[in-house]
């Protein structure tokens, strides 16, 4: 008999009416599946629960008609987008299962049907028939929520795959027992081929026909049981919980974020008699693909099974070729359709000529760079909080955007030198550059201190200061003046020396002490003192540096008295001012994470003009108040509604330490505070840094950029506003805080009277602000 072509066969094929319509089923639910979202006729991830329909106001979930053909959900969004959004979702997650599926049961059953008998055999075999004990949908909701269900898509294919690897390693087992005793696998053996050769070679190739048909019925199976987890509340990212008292008082409502079909029918199912049409879509689109892949599966096995498909020809480099195409496809197909690409579309939105809109009015001149107190400071928290009164934020309630106290504000009235004095009592060698003020430390002082140089390290008690020393390894916490000229002069590397035209912030609280109280240790001047520097000054005592720290390092206390005479200039002020934090929030959907709150920050108020010359802080942190005030703005104009409660807050000096410990809202001892600060985004480098205090949230922020095209790195140091310095590093003051600060680096003029907005980027703004926002998004949303 001549062999039939290919095309004769598939003519044959033709003739079974299931096995057309069921291919023509999955071929049209695969196009969907690529293409849907393309098509989607509204964001699906919007939520508008009351809209303005042909003149009538009409509240959500509105019925089908020609605006929404599908209807809407409770949440207003469009049924038709997202079943044509979940389609991808939905059916790639099934796609990647029902491959690891295979791949697991094709390699433990070739191996146990291969050696029937053998302990391998009777350890699958034995963990099948445990694993067939539990009901598949028990099985798979613990390891959902094993993996952790806000682990998104991941989550569902670990246990989708984990659930049904059984039945086909089943399968693969009986025709490997069935194929091992075949005359040309007893002739191979007798050719002298090893194991390995023969499954390569003879039993893996004939059992791709079966493998194909398999892969159809297994689909089917797949997402049956991802519409039955979906019935159950329990589809990707978790969704929330709120309750709608416009509807009922009381009304609990669930929804979710990631449009799929699961998700769907989950949370609409229960209006199946009062809004027929609301769970009728997810429910008919399971029913129709689960369908598909069933006629299609049953109808490639009889295709199969009369001898009209050959696929043992195919090599399996080329089979394992087309599984590794596919799944790359999946994984592509998944990172465009998660809550995180979904994002990446509305961040893209973030409107940076709005934002050089903030920064033009905060850096104007008569905004004097807008120090902290009445006129230009508070005229800045004015315009601020009437851009939170515009992006709809919620106020506190005292019925205002504003949180007052009072600020304690420093004043460089001369900036530090020092002075080495010759026997007559003139100045010999003055050292100026390398020598400024401590930032972490704040002190009254004003003029001429003189007195003799002292070397100190390694103290074992609290020690007494008299003289102008020199601090080779502490922070100065063990030290306390007993006199007028008293100076400690920290060592620190060159690059570390601070500004000399800013006066270092006040830290009242952490340190211990109240503005205005009596205390020896607010006259004690802290400063620093450069390496190079320092070298200078050792030397003209006879002392090396690198032997003083070998001392150090051997436990040594040095407590050296010299006989040279050294003089300080330095001049610094502070004074009590009023002070206001600009605070509104977006309340959070979801009820479950009622103290789980997000706090967006920047500081924004700046230094007082001096000698005429004015900080206008473009950069320094205008920048930071631009990006958060448009990401607020842009929230409103996407109708974008948290899961968790989202705080803005713009800080005046310390602003954020009066607000960590006189929160203005209602908290318990269970409530987290998630910090984002924001601070010189606009100038600088290609690059973005960031500096976290807790875990993940440094990683998930370097997701965000990547996907607007920015690079980031670890910023050295950061001084949060809810910790406090000890020592040579930072202790969190409230266990419930944690945060992340994101900067730029490079900006050799940010904080300066260069700091115009003439040398700011709008490209390194758009970017920071795009990375930024869609992290938030996805923080907030978890």
């Known amino acids: 008999m001549k062999p039939q072509t290919f095309w004769q066969r598939l003519a044959r094929a033709a003739r079974d009416r299931s096995f057309i319509i069921g291919a023509a089923?999955?071929?049209?639910?695969?196009?969907?599946?690529?293409?849907g979202p393309e098509a989607a006729p509204y964001n699906p991830y919007l939520r508008d629960r009351v809209q303005t329909i042909d003149g009538e106001l009409q509240r959500a979930p509105i019925p089908p008609g020609s605006l929404y053909p599908l209807g809407t959900d409770d949440q207003g969004r469009d049924m038709l987008s997202m079943l044509l959004h979940g389609a991808r979702q939905t059916l790639v997650i099934a796609f990647v299962a029902m491959t690891v599926r295979l791949l697991l049961g094709l390699l433990l059953g070739t191996l146990a049907g291969w050696w029937p008998g053998s302990l391998f055999d009777r350890i699958v075999t034995g963990l099948i028939e445990f694993l067939a004990a539990i009901p598949g949908l028990i099985l798979?909701?613990?390891l959902v929520l094993a993996v952790g269900i806000k682990r998104g898509q991941i989550s569902f294919i670990v246990a989708l795959s984990l659930v049904g690897w059984g039945e086909v390693t089943q399968t693969v087992r009986g025709y490997v027992l069935t194929i091992r005793n075949k005359l040309y696998i007893l002739a191979a053996r007798a050719l002298g081929l090893g194991s390995a050769q023969i499954l390569s070679r003879h039993v893996l190739p004939n059992l791709?026909?079966?493998?194909?048909?398999?892969a159809a019925l297994e689909m089917g199976g797949v997402l049956l049981l991802l519409g039955e987890l979906g019935f159950v509340h329990v589809f990707v990212g978790g969704g929330g919980i709120y309750t709608d008292d416009a509807v009922q008082m009381g009304h609990t409502v669930h929804y979710f974020d990631v449009p799929d079909w699961g998700a769907m029918l989950g949370t609409s199912w229960r209006?199946?008699?009062?809004l027929p049409w609301l769970p009728m879509a997810p429910a008919l689109a399971f029913f129709v693909t689960v369908l598909g892949f069933n006629l299609f599966g049953y109808g490639l096995q009889r295709f199969i099974e009369k001898g009209r498909f050959h696929?043992?020809?195919?090599?399996?480099?080329r089979f394992f070729a087309v599984i590794a195409l596919l799944l790359l496809g999946a994984r592509t197909l998944l990172a465009s359709t998660g809550i995180e690409a979904q994002y990446t579309d509305l961040a893209r939105q973030f409107d940076v000529q709005r934002a050089w809109n903030d920064i033009s009015y905060l850096t104007r001149p008569e905004l004097e760079g807008r120090p902290t107190g009445p006129g230009p400071g508070f005229q800045a928290a004015g315009y601020i909080a009437y851009q939170f009164e515009q992006a709809g934020l919620t106020t506190l309630t005292n019925g205002t955007y504003y949180q007052s106290h009072d600020a304690v504000c420093g004043r460089v009235t001369l900036e530090p030198s020092l002075e080495l004095l010759g026997q007559d009592g003139a100045a010999r060698l003055r050292l100026d550059q390398g020598i400024s003020f401590d930032p972490q430390r704040h002190f009254q002082a004003e003029g001429i201190r003189e007195g003799k140089l002292v070397i100190l390290g390694n103290p074992r008690s609290r020690t007494a200061i008299s003289e102008i020393a020199v601090l080779l390894d502490d922070d100065g916490r063990h030290y306390q003046t007993v006199s007028a000229n008293a100076t400690l002069l920290r060592l620190t590397p060159d690059h570390d020396l601070a500004r000399n035209d800013i006066a270092p912030t006040f830290d009242g609280i952490f340190g211990g002490l109240s503005f205005g109280s009596d205390y020896d240790n607010f006259s004690l001047a802290h400063l620093l003192i450069g390496e190079t520097a320092a070298r200078q000054l050792l030397a003209e005592a006879g002392l090396d540096l690198d032997e003083l720290r070998e001392a150090l390092e051997a436990g040594e206390r040095i407590d050296l008295e010299t006989d040279i005479p050294v003089r300080v200039e330095v001049g610094l002020e502070y004074e009590e001012l009023p002070g206001a934090n600009v605070i509104g929030y977006f309340p959070g959907a979801?009820?479950?994470t009622e103290g789980d709150r997000i706090v967006v920050a920047a500081g924004y108020t700046g230094p007082s003009p001096k000698d005429g010359a004015i900080y206008p802080g473009a950069d320094d942190n205008a920048s930071g108040v631009a990006v958060m005030l448009e990401i607020a703005r842009l929230w409103r104009d996407l109708g974008f509604e948290p899961k968790r409660t989202v705080v803005f807050a713009a800080f005046d000096e310390r602003g954020g330490n009066y607000f960590v410990n006189h929160s203005p809202f209602s908290i318990t001892p269970?409530?987290?505070?998630?910090?984002v600060f924001i601070q010189g985004v606009g100038a600088g480098e290609p690059r973005l840094a960031r500096q976290e205090i807790g875990s993940g949230l440094a990683l998930a922020f370097d997701q965000s950029a990547r996907r607007f095209g920015a690079h980031t790195e670890e910023l050295a140091e950061w001084h949060f506003f809810f910790t406090s310095e000890y020592g040579s590093g930072y202790v969190t003051s409230d266990e419930s805080y944690s945060g992340l600060a994101v900067t730029r680096p490079g900006d050799d003029l940010s904080g300066r009277p260069g700091d115009s907005l003439e040398h700011l980027d709008p490209a390194l703004l758009a970017e920071a602000g795009q990375a930024v926002a869609h992290y938030l998004m996805v923080l907030s949303s978890r």
Do not use: E, K, Q
């Open 25 to 35: 089923l999955v071929a049209f639910f695969l196009l969907t599946a690529i293409l």
């Open 140 to 142: 798979a909701i613990l």
């Open 208 to 214: 791709l026909s079966t493998l194909l048909a398999l």
């Open 271 to 274: 209006y199946f008699r009062s």
């Open 311 to 317: 696929p043992s020809g195919w090599s399996l480099i």
């Open 590 to 592: 979801d009820r479950a």
């Open 670 to 675: 269970s409530d987290t505070w998630t910090t």
